[in-house]
T-cell receptor, first 113, second 115 residues
């Protein structure tokens, strides 16, 4: 009963480095999304996907890239890390879309030095 | 534009006291409303949701919320708070667009519980 699994849980990067945050779900959900959470800001949508091969931008997409080659996986790529991308990142999935209950992973805490 | 406002950043209540967390939303169509709870170091867990029908909805852990269209509010309540309820609570609104990535979260209310 894994649900939504995010890896890694913690990561420290240097400015300019790239990395991929992994997200996998085993509930056969079509809709998946990435949020970032910053103190006092709530959750802000980065990118989302309504199914394999289909992605779209959310509120704060700059500096991030996504792809969806399978229903299960939705990786988030930081192309050239910047200190402003220091945040906690959450992946979520749902059966019917953004207006359905979301299942969240436990998050990846990312620090950019 | 749709938005969610949680007026209280931090609330402290005594264990056993009642609780009400406020949420106001702005949305042009029929809103889909949610309350989520986040314990430290964890992801968000759904407490309850409102899509249509009875405006008083029951959730997990003894929580309930009331949808008031005239006030654009969806306040979360619990009659008697337990120490384990200390967490951060997020209200969120989505719309009938479904898959269009339009789920908006409030900035959260942190709940502390005094023994």
């Amino acid at each position: 009963n894994a649900g939504v699994t995010q890896t890694p849980k913690f990561q420290v990067l240097k400015t300019g480095q790239s990395m991929t945050l992994q997200c996998a779900q085993d509930m056969n959900h079509e809709y998946m999304s990435w949020y970032r959470q910053d103190p006092g800001m709530g959750l802000r949508l980065i990118h989302y996907s309504v199914g394999a091969g289909i992605t779209d931008q959310g509120e704060v997409p700059n500096g991030y890239n996504v792809s969806r080659s399978t229903t299960e996986d939705f990786p988030l790529r930081l192309l050239s890390a910047a200190p402003s991308q220091t945040s906690v990142y959450f992946c979520a999935s749902s059966y019917g879309g953004s207006n359905q209950p979301q299942h969240f992973g436990d998050g990846t805490r990312l620090s950019i030095l | 534009a749709q938005s969610v406002t949680q007026p209280d950043i931090h609330i402290t209540v005594s264990e056993g006291a009642s609780l009400e967390l406020r949420c106001n939303y702005s949305y042009g169509a029929t809103p889909y409303l949610f309350w989520y709870v986040q314990s430290p170091g964890q992801g968000l867990q759904l407490l309850l949701k409102y899509f249509s029908g009875d405006t008083l909805v029951q959730g997990i852990k003894g929580f309930e919320a009331e949808f008031k269209r005239s006030q654009s509010s969806f306040n979360l309540r619990k009659p008697s708070v337990h120490w384990s309820d200390a967490a951060e609570y997020f209200c969120a609104v989505g719309g009938p667009g479904g898959s269009q990535g339009n789920l908006i979260f409030g900035k959260g209310t942190k709940l502390s519980v005094k023994p």
